[in-house]
């Protein structure tokens, strides 16, 4: 175990764990910390703590001292410096004819370096620009190109919700998200409506797909056969949030299709999570979802 507190770079961004030593840290403190890219300042996101050493990036590096008045003001003239270097930046850019938008720049605590990220279609040769930024900034300069997700996420903004984006509040890493989540939880195709603003699609579709799948293990699918108080039939709809099955009975083909609730209905082989991992269908020909497949 050691005794850790987190540290935010930017808003949003992932926590990092630091060694406080003996220095009073709390949350929300500006800390003076080294990290690889040299004397950087941030702000204190987890008070002090003790973490397995497994879970701790090696090497852990120590809290030079809490950030100080003079700290703050540093801060702020890197600050205004970005602002201004980022159009400088932009327009060298478009004077070399680069096919790039300049994102945002990061200027180092220490002065001694400027970072500038952006953002284009393919490779961008900018060995050129980076010379020519050398020379108007006199400090060391790195280029880094990044996806549409991580632009959100510098830039921020307004989901379709209204509210700000998750990427740049919260969500300290991006998480996998694939089409397939948005047909499990029977969402609307269409890529306007399950895309955020980055074009990608939105990240809150993770966020309950954990309750889709385990509701899609204890509901029958459609197509499968169930057997109902009212007999057997085959599954035409399900809904999977109110737990409701659509069934057209063998005995009735031509009427509509009853509404029953899962619980009810007795699944055959095949139709639920249990017997799709492998469980046999009883004797009798079915099994109770409460009593086989453990209820809701």
């Known amino acids: 175990m050691s005794i850790v507190i987190g540290v935010r770079f930017k808003r949003g961004s992932k926590s990092y764990y630091f060694d406080p030593g003996k220095h009073d840290i ?74 790039m938008r300049v994102v945002d720049c990061e200027h180092t605590f220490d002065g001694a370096k400027l970072l500038f990220f952006f953002t284009a279609d393919g490779r961008v040769d900018f060995r050129e620009l980076v010379k020519d930024l050398a020379s108007e900034f006199h400090t060391r300069i790195e280029l880094r190109q990044i996806g549409v997700r991580d632009e959100a996420k510098m830039l921020g903004g307004l989901g379709i919700c209204g509210k700000p984006f998750c990427c740049a509040t919260f969500l300290e890493e991006f998480r996998p998200v694939s089409i397939k989540m948005a047909k499990e939880q029977n969402l609307s195709l269409n890529p306007v409506k399950i895309s955020g603003t980055c074009g990608r699609l939105m990240c809150c579709l993770t966020y309950e797909q954990a309750a889709y799948e385990d509701l899609q ?40 299709p ?29 099994a109770r979802h409460d009593d086989t497949h453990g209820g809701l």
């Open 217 to 256: 293990r204890t509901t029958p699918q459609v197509d499968s056969v169930v057997e109902t108080p009212a007999g057997r039939g085959t599954v035409m709809d399900v809904n999977l949030l109110r737990g409701q099955v659509k069934v057209r009975l063998d005995s009735q083909p031509d009427a509509p």
């Open 26 to 99: 709390g949350i929300g403190d500006g800390v003076i910390v080294e990290t690889s890219r040299g004397i950087e300042y941030g702000v204190c996101s987890m008070e002090r703590r003790d973490v397995p050493d497994p879970q701790i990036v090696q090497p852990l590096r120590p809290v030079v001292r809490a950030a100080t008045a003079h700290d703050m003001e540093t801060v702020a003239s890197r600050r205004e410096k970005e602002r201004g270097a980022l159009a400088v930046c932009q327009q060298k850019a478009d004077t070399h004819g680069l096919e």
């Open 258 to 286: 009853k509404l029953f609730d899962k619980c009810d209905l007795m699944f055959q082989h095949g139709a639920c999570g249990g017997c799709r991992s492998g469980r046999r269908k009883p004797k009798n020909g079915g």
